[in-house]
């Protein structure tokens, strides 16, 4: 049972990890209708930043803070050199352009930081466990990550639904040429909502730190798993973003846990060791596929896109 | 002349407006019935419906003498009711020829062959020519359709709703954006097309209309509120009133 | 194809006699290595070529075409690891399942348009990797050896590097010809249509729907044969042959090469993998300078290596 309450933990830990970095994917698009695939980059920057930071300043919190700000200025600066050219082009141009972009990233990484990846040790007062129920303990570092992904989360909230900005924003994801008939600096609006976007990524790259390796292609991996997510919630939607990257993470997590036993109670334990990952890791593109069957607009389809 | 189009008590709301209001009107074979009204008559909703594109809320249209009230869009095509588009929508990247020729494949049955060269197959070619030639664009045939005028590209349109020999045409504002020398040669186009075939008008063009126009109806919310020959309309005191006087004062 | 003696043409001439003549040349004393690479370079440009048929052609944009080159790889792999050594057995094995993962995927991400058919169509290409990748039997991760390439009758034997090599130059030169002659029938036809205006399409008669999914299997067949052919070549598969990047690098190379033609993909993948090995001479790092290149090529050169060619001669024959 302890089991069980510690898989969910991590299901919800991962799904909020995976809205951060979805949710700026699905805003960059909702707003500038831009396909950004180099999204992982900067998730992979967060990382890096971070276990760099952490390591010259020598205290956990600074270094975070330094990184989150570092990747912010990171993406306002690919913003202006490299996106905003690719605005009003065809898709197939932004994956293109995007695509050269991430190769550029993991190479540079490569050349600063050598290929072998870095650590990001976790300081005393986050590495413990708390106990969050009688007999449960759980990592206070992934507690804290859910409190500040939440955090996040309604801070967006707030953000989109209560701020001129936020009401920018969302007029722009639904009439651009207004927008700029208004009189807005569209064109600063857009390196901020990028940037935005980018801090959020590397947000989740840096909190993942401590959990996994900083590595190059780390942003690749997960690149894949926020795509699922923003198809599944519907793109342009924050909203269903949350809802399906926590859905996905619970699936994802309970599935890797569980699934394997459950197939090992039904087969043989060579058939269940054989089939157990390939099919755990089929869930997620399974849930997508239905989804599109059922509804190939994303569950919570934001505007008329 | 027998009615190739018959309209039964026509309806279509969208929410809570009555977009199209028990419509009752027929078009015998042969004739340019023009249709004409204030915007937001509902012209172009009749037109969806007609085209099959908008299904009806309640009421029947007859076609040829059967009803085709429940047939999917592109299946009208292949009974011989082709439509225009208000809003040019071509293949901008393939050549004008090639779009006609499309327009002709579409009913020259299956598109499953993968090895003959469609471009050199006169089963289509000759017909898209023909096509062309009667809207005057034949010279223009091997351009690419970006290459265009926006005068030619609504003699485009035209050209591929006659690719498929329909018998009766839906033409739904031919003459939108163009200047009066290109208006002039399409007036002259339909004048000739009117000869061969029914024509279903729908325009704001009153020069236009009343040129080419064996009978008009005229719409106002949804509603017929007259159907005559020209000069009948012309004269009509409720039709001056709710539309032709606004046309005059604003044509000058 | 307008005017034979365009620059284009000759281009394409040159290069094919330039291929035809390369294992001549390696006999009379050039490196072994050249005939290496340039097989390779045969096997991925029938890739890009079938890639260009959706992509180029039918305005698909598929982000995972790899998956095509593993299926197919592992179909030879998977039946030579069982001891089925046929090609007669392998081959149509790997065709049909190319075919049928195509089936599958593509009548579910053709029900999408845009941006959502990108995302979809990567993410069933990386299910396929994690599922071949979680296949402990087949080498999962790291991979599985062929020991002995596929068997047809003698005197065909896919072992003599020479005769490999020129199976694959005829396999791509027929692919082309294939892809060439199909989309200018009304099939083609038909998904250039699409293409252009999908919603004209429809409404003119045409349903769209049916007309892709056929040249989406047609597609990934064409390169699950490539997959056969690039397991024989390397005597090895794994799952990073499928992993969504090395979709990306197929996009590359129709994309660098020109997609408006049927033989525009072949320059690309020539170009690619040409420069990677050039780049890779130079430096390390040699993707830096890759990325940002095909950004620029993006947003300065759309038409392609068989774009540039067009206005080469466009200049030459107006100068």
């Known amino acids: 049972m302890t089991l069980f309450i510690e898989q969910c933990l991590n299901g919800l830990q991962f799904g909020l990890l995976l809205f951060l970095l979805a949710a700026g994917l699905t805003l960059v698009f909702g707003i500038m209708d831009l396909v950004n695939l180099a999204h992982g980059s900067l998730y992979m920057m967060g990382a890096y930043f971070a276990a760099t930071f952490v390591a010259w300043t020598g205290n956990f919190v600074f270094g975070v803070v330094l990184a989150l700000g570092a990747t912010l200025l990171v993406g306002m600066a690919v913003e202006v050199i490299a996106m905003r050219r690719l605005y009003g082009r065809d898709h197939l141009d932004h994956v293109l352009g995007t695509f050269g972009l991430i190769l550029f990233f993991d190479e540079l990484v490569r050349l600063i930081w050598g290929p072998e990846g870095l650590t990001l040790p976790l300081p005393s007062w986050l590495n413990t466990s708390i106990q969050i129920l009688p007999g449960v303990d759980y990592s206070a570092y992934k507690l804290s990550i859910i409190v500040v992904t939440l955090a996040v989360a309604a801070f967006l909230y707030v953000l989109v639904m209560r701020t001129r900005i936020g009401m920018l924003i969302r007029a722009g994801a639904s009439n651009r040429e207004m927008v700029g008939a208004l009189g807005v600096n569209i064109k600063l609006l857009y390196t901020l909502v990028f940037g935005l976007g980018a801090a959020l990524a590397g947000l989740a790259g840096l909190m993942q730190a401590p959990i996994l390796t900083v590595q190059v292609g780390m942003g690749e991996n997960i690149l894949i798993l926020a795509f699922v997510i923003t198809v599944i919630g519907g793109i342009g939607s924050i909203r269903g973003a949350l809802v399906a990257a926590i859905f996905v993470g619970f699936i994802d997590t309970l599935g890797r846990a569980f699934f394997p036993d459950l197939l090992r109670m039904a087969f043989t334990k060579e058939v269940a060791a054989t089939a157990a990952p390939a099919l755990s890791s089929m869930l997620i593109y399974l849930l997508m596929a239905i989804v599109l069957v059922v509804k190939p607009e994303g569950l919570f389809a934001a505007s008329d896109k | 002349m027998a009615d190739l189009l018959r309209v039964d008590t026509l309806t279509k709301r969208f929410g809570g407006i009555v977009a199209t209001d028990d419509l009752v009107f027929n078009i015998a074979e042969g004739e340019l019935h023009a249709v004409i009204g204030p915007n937001g008559a509902g012209k172009t909703t009749l037109i969806a419906q007609l085209s099959g594109q908008l299904p009806p809320d309640s009421g029947r249209i007859h076609f040829a003498g059967s009803d085709i009230t429940a047939i999917p869009m592109y299946a009208r095509s292949a009974l011989g009711l082709a439509r225009s588009f208000q809003i040019t929508s071509l293949f901008l990247d393939l050549s004008v020829l090639d779009n006609v020729a499309l327009a002709v494949q579409a009913h020259a049955g299956h598109s499953f062959h993968f090895w003959r060269n469609a471009r050199r197959e006169a089963e289509l070619r000759d017909p898209a020519r023909v096509a062309l030639a009667r809207v005057g664009l034949g010279a223009r045939a091997d351009l690419p359709a970006s290459a265009l005028s926006h005068g030619e590209h609504r003699q485009l349109e035209l050209a591929m709703a006659l690719a498929s020999s329909p018998r009766m045409l839906l033409l739904d504002e031919p003459m939108a954006g163009l200047g009066p020398e290109e208006s002039a040669r399409m007036v002259a186009t339909l004048r000739e097309l009117k000869k061969e075939l029914t024509i279903l008008l729908v325009e704001h063009d009153m020069e236009a209309v009343f040129a080419l126009a064996d009978r008009i109806t005229v719409l106002v919310y949804g509603r017929v509120i007259a159907t005559g020959k020209p000069e009948d309309i012309r004269n009509n005191a409720q039709v001056r009133d709710a539309y032709l006087g606004e046309q005059e004062a604003a044509h000058g | ?319």
Request: hydrophobic share 55%; with cysteine.
């Open chain 3, 1 to 319: 194809m307008s005017g034979k003696l365009s620059v284009r043409n000759v281009a394409i001439a040159v290069l094919l006699l330039a291929l035809v003549l390369l294992p001549v040349y390696v006999e009379l004393g050039g490196s072994r290595f050249l005939l290496t690479l340039f097989t390779r370079i045969l096997i991925l440009a029938m890739a890009a070529v079938s890639l260009n048929l959706i992509l180029g052609y039918g305005g698909m944009m598929s982000f995972g075409h790899a998956a095509y080159l593993g299926i197919g790889g592992y179909a030879v792999g998977m039946l030579a690891h069982e001891g089925v050594f046929s090609g007669f057995v392998q081959w149509p094995v790997a065709l049909f399942a190319s075919a049928l993962f195509a089936l599958v995927i593509g009548a579910l991400s053709l029900r999408t348009r845009g941006v959502y058919f990108i995302m979809i169509t990567l993410a069933f290409a990386q299910m396929a990797y994690y599922i071949v990748a979680g296949l402990a039997r087949y080498g999962g991760d790291d991979g599985l050896t062929i020991y002995k390439r596929s068997q047809f009758i003698s005197p065909i034997n896919l072992s003599n590097k020479v005769q490999f090599y020129y199976i694959c130059l005829a396999v791509l030169i027929g692919s082309i010809y294939l892809v060439w002659r199909i989309v200018n029938s009304r099939f083609g036809l038909t998904i250039q249509g699409a293409r252009s205006n999908d919603t004209r399409m429809r409404a003119i008669g045409f349903p769209t729907y049916r007309y892709k999914l056929v040249c989406f299997v047609i597609a990934g067949t064409m390169c699950g044969l490539a997959g056969a052919l690039l397991a024989n070549h390397t005597d090895f598969v794994s799952p990073a042959t499928m992993y969504w990047t090395r979709s990306g690098d197929l996009i590359i190379m129709v994309v660098l090469g020109g997609m408006g033609s049927a033989f525009g993909p072949f320059f690309g993948a020539v170009a690619l993998l040409v420069l990677e090995e050039v780049l890779s001479g130079i430096t390390e790092y040699w993707q830096i300078i890759l990325g940002p290149l095909l950004l620029l090529v993006v947003l300065f050169a759309r038409g392609g290596i068989d774009g540039l060619l067009g206005k080469v001669r466009h200049r030459v024959s107006h100068g």
